[in-house]
Nanobody, 125 residues
Framework: QVRLVESGGGLVQAGGSLRLSCAIS??????YGWFRQAPGKERLMIAA????????FYADSVKGRFTISRDNAKNTVYLQMNSLQPEDTAVYYC????????????????????WGQGTQVTVSS
């Protein structure tokens, strides 16, 4: 049975940092992504990492502040978030996909197969 479980969310002041974790069980996937959804807005992908070679992709809104990584031994994907701002407030989700992605551009249309339940990140000003 496949499960994705996010953790590490919380309340932080502007300028602070958080590290989100996504523990994956059941199988290994080809692509992992982090998404976020603010109240009243659509869910958007903000970072992704390829399982095979570790290629990473970032949305412009988080580039230079957030870092996605994976630990294959622990079957866990991380999102290190630095210099957090109030506009980063959202529910953060991890996703996992089975399709291999060979492209070099931001995988905007990549179809993820599994999702976690989300973890709330709130950044106060």
């Amino acid at each position: 049975q496949v499960r994705l479980v996010e953790s590490g969310g919380g309340l932080v002041q502007a300028g602070g940092s958080l590290r989100l974790s996504c523990a994956i069980s059941g199988r290994t996937f080809s692509m992992y992504g982090w998404f976020r959804q603010a109240p009243g807005k659509e869910r958007l992908m903000i970072a992704a990492i390829s399982q095979s070679d570790g290629r990473t992709f970032y949305a412009d809104s988080v580039k230079g502040r957030f870092t996605i990584s994976r630990d294959n031994a622990k079957n866990t994907v991380y999102l290190q978030m630095n210099s957090l701002q109030p506009e980063d407030t959202a529910v953060y989700y991890c996703g996992a996909g089975t399709t291999y992605y060979s492209g070099t551009s931001y995988p905007n249309n990549y179809a993820y197969d599994y999702w976690g339940q989300g973890t709330q990140v709130t950044v106060s000003s």
